[in-house]
């Protein structure tokens, strides 16, 4: 059986003290998920955040690393430091680095080779932009973001990835893929990675769905058999409302 898996992305949301606040009210309240979850924290609370949340089931993810492995590259953050925090998750790939930060498939490459090399577990996502889904291109997107950047990997190193599909339309905007848009792609990236690695590994990968995923449309969602769990970024900084999609997987 695959994991499950609810993961917050916080974005560029709470300074360290609300950080904090944030992660003492889920650790509270977050004591026996049935599922694994993770949160998404810039990487000034990582380490606090990791420290604060030892003996709760909840882990903690960076939201980027470096594409370079150490030295004169400032302002920098490399996987090893991230790891040194405690964090045990990486978010790479979000749509918001790749637009804003020309981060490509070959950069993204880089970056899950570092996070793997030091041990940290890649939450790899991928997705079309609202152009690619209306010329109905949103497969062929897909495939191209995982042959550029991940499928690299042996099959070995792949099963310590995590995928989050994410519909560049859908996040931050209300406008939630339908349970059936979300079923479809999840099945269809599955898919893909039977074709690749064989269906055993296709079977034992978590792919998570991210976009304006939220306390009320969760269950739905999750509700189908290719969907594993969520990528949440604006219902993560609300503890009960995180709470309650938690509760949903
Ligand atoms: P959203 O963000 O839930 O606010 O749409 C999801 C994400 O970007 O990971």
């Known amino acids: 059986m695959r994991t499950k898996m609810v993961a917050g992305n916080w974005k560029m949301n709470k ?149 989050a599909y994410e519909p560049v339309w859908a996040i931050g905007t209300g406008l939630t893929a339908t349970p059936a848009q979300a079923q479809e792609m999840h099945a269809y990236i599955r898919s893909l990675l039977a074709e690749k690695y064989g269906k055993e590994v296709a079977e034992d990968t978590t792919i998570l769905y991210g976009g304006s995923c939220n306390e009320k449309n969760a269950a739905e969602l999750f509700a189908n058999p290719d969907v594993d769990g969520g990528l949440i970024g604006g219902a993560s900084l609300v503890a009960e409302k995180f709470k309650a999609i938690i509760d949903a997987r």
Not at 61 to 82: H, P, R
């Open 15 to 163: 300074n360290l003290q609300e950080g904090v606040a944030l992660a003492k009210e889920l650790k509270e309240i977050v004591k026996a998920p049935k599922c694994e979850v993770v949160i998404g924290t810039p990487f000034i609370h990582l380490a606090t955040v990791a420290e604060l949340l030892k003996g709760s089931p909840i882990k903690v993810a960076a939201e980027n690393c470096a594409d370079k492995e150490k030295g004169a590259f400032t302002g920098e953050v490399s996987a090893e430091m991230v790891k040194s925090t405690g964090a045990e998750y990486c978010i790479l790939g979000h749509s918001e680095r790749r637009a804003y930060y020309h981060e490509d498939y070959a950069i993204l490459k880089e970056k899950v080779l570092l996070a793997l090399a030091n041990g940290l577990k890649p939450i790899f996502c991928i997705g079309e932009v609202k152009e690619e889904r209306e010329a109905g291109r949103q497969n062929e997107v897909v495939k191209a973001q995982l042959e550029g950047s991940v499928f690299n990997l042996s099959a070995e190193e792949f099963c310590n990835i995590t995928l």
